[in-house]
Every structure is written in C-alpha cells, then in structure tokens.
C-alpha cells in the first residue's frame, strides 16, 4: 500500500512538473518590460512627463527658474553696442599674472577657435578667409581694441563672427583675449 501511494504521489509530481513545461512559449518573465520593451522613435513625444506626471512631481529633471550653473559669474554688460563701447572701456581682465603653461594653453583656445577665420599671426587671413569662405575678417592691426572688447566679442559674438561663451568657460575667454593682444602687439 505504502509502494502504491508512493508511486501516485511520484506519477503526480511528474505529471505536474511536466505539464507546467511548455517549448512554444518562454518562461514566467518577472519583468516583462525588460524582456519586451516598448519601441520608442527618436525624438518621438512621450507620455512618461505629461501634464498628470508633473502633478506628481516628475518634471524631467528640468532646473529651477532662474537658477544658475555653479561657479558662474554673470557678465553685466549687455549686447548692444553700447554694451561693448562700456566693456572695451571699463572692463580688465581678473587674472593677476598668466602663467607660462595658461599663455599656452590661450595659442592653444585661439587656434581651435580663432585661427581659422583671423588667421595664426591675427591678420585676418585664416583658411576660411583664403578659402573666400568669408570675407573682410579684419585684421588686429587695423583696429583698436582693448581686453574688454576682445573679451566682449568672444562672449556674444560682432557681424559674422558668433558668440564662444557656450565653448569657452570665463578663464578661458580670458586667456584667449591676452593672446588676441599679444598678436596685437606683434602686427
């Protein structure tokens, strides 16, 4: 009798271990969203911070209003030609005494960024100049300039040439303007 409720018992098991077994379709998914994801397009709207999820508090890391980046400093001049006729009188540069290796690395921020179009020596005959894919870049010589209209220019931009700020950090434009003077002072 023990045999035969002992065999039942071992059919059972079997017939249940085997019958939970299927090869068409895949096992129980914990996460189903894992291992079927939903397709997204590129650049396509989403549902997942909609207007109900704001309410909730999930706003897309957006920052705050009116909040800055750390270590910014705010440049108080404006765009304006009045703007850059205060900066290139007013305004000097907060760097004491650049250092051999800052000198550097300022040829270095010119030639990625200035070369091209205001040439290696400042006289406005970069490759894009030769190129005649610009026209009348002008050369250091020929203009007044000073380090705040330098650092002026570099910071929003004057005629064809755009604004650098989003490239260049604050130091950088600093060190930028001392090497546009020593080319300056070159010419």
């Not at 050369?139 to 000073?146: K, P």
Request: aromatic fraction near 12%; hydrophobic fraction near 30%; charged fraction near 20%.
């Amino acid at each position: 009798m023990k045999s035969l409720i002992k065999l039942a018992l071992f059919f059972g098991l079997t017939v249940s271990v085997t019958s939970c077994s299927d090869t068409k379709s895949p096992n129980y998914q914990f996460f189903p969203n894992m291992y079927e994801s939903v397709g997204y397009e590129t650049y396509a709207e989403s549902e997942a911070f909609n207007g109900d999820n704001q309410l909730k508090g999930q706003t897309a890391q957006e920052p705050p209003q009116g909040s800055i980046k750390r270590g910014f400093e705010i440049y108080e001049y404006e765009n304006s030609t009045a703007g850059y006729e205060l900066a290139k009188a007013n305004l000097v540069s907060p760097i004491d005494s650049i250092t051999e290796k800052e000198a550097k690395k300022g040829k270095e921020l010119y030639g990625i960024y200035c070369a091209i179009c205001h040439g290696e020596q400042g006289n406005g005959k970069g490759k894009l100049v030769e190129r005649e894919k610009f026209l009348g870049v002008p050369s250091y010589a020929d203009r007044v300039i000073t380090e705040g209209s330098v650092y002026h220019v570099i910071t929003y931009g004057l005629n064809s040439m755009g604004s650098h700020a989003n490239q260049l950090s604050q130091h950088e434009r600093w060190l930028v303007t001392d090497y546009v003077l020593q080319l300056k002072s070159k010419l």
